[in-house]
């Protein structure tokens, strides 16, 4: 059974920082593309970043380029997000995906965690 547990999120001041986990199992997590997406309330998901396989490879969308940093730790199947210089607009739910990036997003394919809330706010 794929598990995707994600942590590590909070209630933080505009400009701060928070760094989100995300525990894999139940696949072979070395060898997926993984993403963060988040959501909004009475918003779509969003694609936030990925990373390749061996983690040298990462991508951002724009709205937090420069900001937030990906990484993954293939030995403990454990993806990261550092977060630094949080605005109120990154508020929401924040969740970790595997595979093609053009599915990251859709409810309907793969599997979802429970997500993991960040709200910037002062």
């Known amino acids: 059974e794929v598990q995707l547990v994600e942590s590590g999120g909070d209630m933080v001041q505009p400009g701060g920082s928070l760094r989100l986990s995300c525990a894999a199992s139940g696949f072979t997590f070395s060898i997926n593309d993984m993403h963060w997406v988040r959501q909004a309330p009475g918003k779509g998901p969003e694609w936030v970043s990925g990373v390749n396989p061996g983690g040298g490879s990462t991508s951002y969308a724009d709205s937090v380029k420069g900001r937030f940093i990906i990484s993954r730790n293939n030995a403990k199947s454990t993806l990261y997000l550092e977060m630094n210089r949080l605005k109120p607009e990154d508020t929401a739910l924040y969740y970790c995906?595997?595979?093609?990036?053009?599915?990251?997003?859709?409810?309907?394919?793969?599997?979802w965690g429970q997500g993991t809330q960040v709200t910037v706010s002062s």
């Open positions: 995906r595997r595979g093609p990036r053009r599915f990251a997003t859709l409810k309907s394919w793969g599997d």
